[in-house]
């Protein structure tokens, strides 16, 4: 299937700063995904992007979806404690009924 | 309304057993997918149903199969159980035909082979 390469693969940030991570796809992709998973729980859908060029916010977090549609940035912006946690990109082409990951950037908040 | 529910949460096996796993979608949804989940590698995609057909089949070896059933709940078996098989297994429904990615995880059920 598709690789997703997703970096960092961790970070330590400071509470209040903005932070950024990235994912890139060797194949593009028609959706591109933003989950959140906490520990001892599923992940779920932070920001969903359906068209190239397309940037969508929701509270801090703020996504892209890269024009030619085989990449996509996540951005969090003045981190709290509760940013903590395993984000994850993930593409999707509606034609495979399934959802290709990233490997996940873990963020630790230092307060 | 009730999310998707994993059952069991946690279980222990030993080499060479089998082992079901359950997954109820939340209410209305007919598209059910497993996923695993190991330490870096994020997560891998095992199958994907609708309405009681397998419409995609990650590359996991025959020992890993699934099925639907008419009122969407989803199970998943997996025969001779190895070491590397440990992992959490999270199921993810999702209300439409198309699979645009607005899927929502249960908390997953917790396999540890030894």
């Known amino acids: 299937g598709q690789q997703l390469n997703q970096s960092p693969q961790s970070m330590f940030i400071q509470e209040g700063e903005d932070v950024s991570m990235n994912c890139t796809s060797s194949?593009?992709?028609?959706?591109w995904l933003w989950y959140k998973q906490d520990p001892g729980e599923g992940p779920v859908l932070l920001i969903a992007?359906?068209?190239?060029?397309e940037l969508t916010s929701n509270g801090r977090l703020t996504a892209q979806f890269g024009i030619t549609r085989k990449d996509s940035f996540l951005n969090i912006s003045a981190s709290i404690p509760s940013d903590v946690g395993i984000y994850f990109c993930?593409?999707?082409?509606?034609?495979?009924?399934?959802?290709?990951f990233g490997a996940g950037t873990t963020v630790t908040v230092r307060a | 309304k009730a999310g998707v529910t994993q059952t069991p949460r946690y279980l222990i096996k030993t080499r060479g057993q089998q082992v079901t796993l359950s997954c109820s979608p939340i209410?209305?949804?007919?598209?059910v997918s497993w996923y695993q989940q190991t330490p870096g590698q994020g997560l891998q995609f095992l199958f994907e149903?609708?309405?009681?057909?397998?419409?995609n089949k990650g590359n996991f070896p025959g020992r890993f199969s699934g099925r639907q059933f008419s009122n969407s709940r989803s199970e998943m078996n997996v025969s001779t159980l190895e070491l590397g098989d440990s992992a959490l297994y999270l199921c993810?429904?999702?209300?439409?035909?198309?699979?645009?990615?607005?899927?929502?995880f249960g908390e997953g059920s917790r396999l540890t082979v030894l």
């Open positions: 993810a429904s999702s209300s439409g035909q198309l699979l645009t990615g607005e899927l929502f």
């Open positions: 194949s593009i992709f028609n959706t």
């Open positions: 992007l359906y068209k190239a060029g």
């Open positions: 993930a593409g999707a082409d509606n034609n495979d009924y399934k959802l290709s």
């Open positions: 209410s209305g949804h007919r598209s």
């Open positions: 149903y609708f309405s009681e057909t397998q419409r």
